[in-house]
Nanobody, 127 residues
């Protein structure tokens, strides 16, 4: 059984920064790629960023490239999402997720490749 817990959401003004964290319990964390997704009110959940099991490969949605940075600390079983230059359209519930297959990174923007999800953390960006 795997449990993911997101931390760090909140309210921030446009142009500000937030850092989200996600801690994983109960799995060989270092074998799995991880991802961040988000869901805005009235919209479908969408891919934000992903990181390979070693941290050597990352991928970002076009909407966050250059503003967000994903990273991980395998010793602490944590991943992070540093969000800078936040915009009102970044307002959403942010979820971390872990892939279902070990040492695999292809198609890491696709939700169906992730089998465990956190409960989500709200990020609100005011204009």
């Amino acid at each position: 059984q795997v449990q993911l817990v997101e931390l760090g959401g909140g309210l921030v003004q446009a142009g500000g920064s937030l850092r989200l964290s996600c801690v994983a319990y109960g799995r060989f964390f270092s074998k799995y790629a991880m991802g961040w997704f988000r869901q805005a009110p009235g919209k479908e959940r969408e891919f934000v960023a992903s990181i390979s099991w070693s941290g050597g490969m990352t991928d970002y949605a076009d909407s966050v490239k250059g503003r967000f940075t994903i990273s991980r600390d395998n010793a602490k079983k944590m991943i992070y999402l540093q969000m800078n230059s936040l915009k009102p359209e970044d307002t959403a519930v942010y979820y971390c997720a872990t892939r279902s297959d070990t040492y695999t990174y292809d198609q890491s923007s696709a939700e169906y490749n992730y089998n465990y999800w956190g409960q989500g953390t709200q990020v609100t960006v005011s204009s």
